[in-house]
């Protein structure tokens, strides 16, 4: 079993910056990947960014350039910025090993003047 833990949800206004963390616990071996994914309300969940064991990366089109993910051992790090009112959702965490999904419980956006 492996259990995740977020943070660094919020109210932003537009233009503004965020960090989430997302600290990983349990039995993780090597090889895994980690990601954020988000959903807004009437939308399905999508993928935002995912990072591997061995550091390669991947985020969707609506947030190059905007938003970086990072791992630090077993935490993984979304930094937010330029923020948009449509990044507004609930951000989850994803952890991937084994063909077995984790998911973390989930934090609040908000991006609002």
């Known amino acids: 079993q492996v259990q995740l833990v977020e943070s660094g949800g919020g109210l932003v206004q537009p233009g503004g910056s965020l960090t989430l963390s997302c600290a990983a616990s349990g039995s993780i071996f090597s090889i895994y990947t980690m990601g954020w994914y988000r959903q807004a309300p009437g939308k399905r969940r999508e993928l935002v960014a995912s990072i591997s064991s061995g550091g390669n990366t991947n985020y969707a089109d609506a947030v190059k350039g905007r938003i970086t993910i990072s791992r630090d051992k077993n935490t993984v790090y979304l930094q937010m910025n330029g923020l948009k009112p449509e990044d507004t959702a609930v951000y989850y965490c994803?952890?991937?090993?084994?063909?077995?999904?984790?998911w973390g419980q989930g934090t609040q956006v908000t991006v609002s003047s």
């Open positions: 994803k952890f991937a090993q084994f063909n077995r999904d984790y």
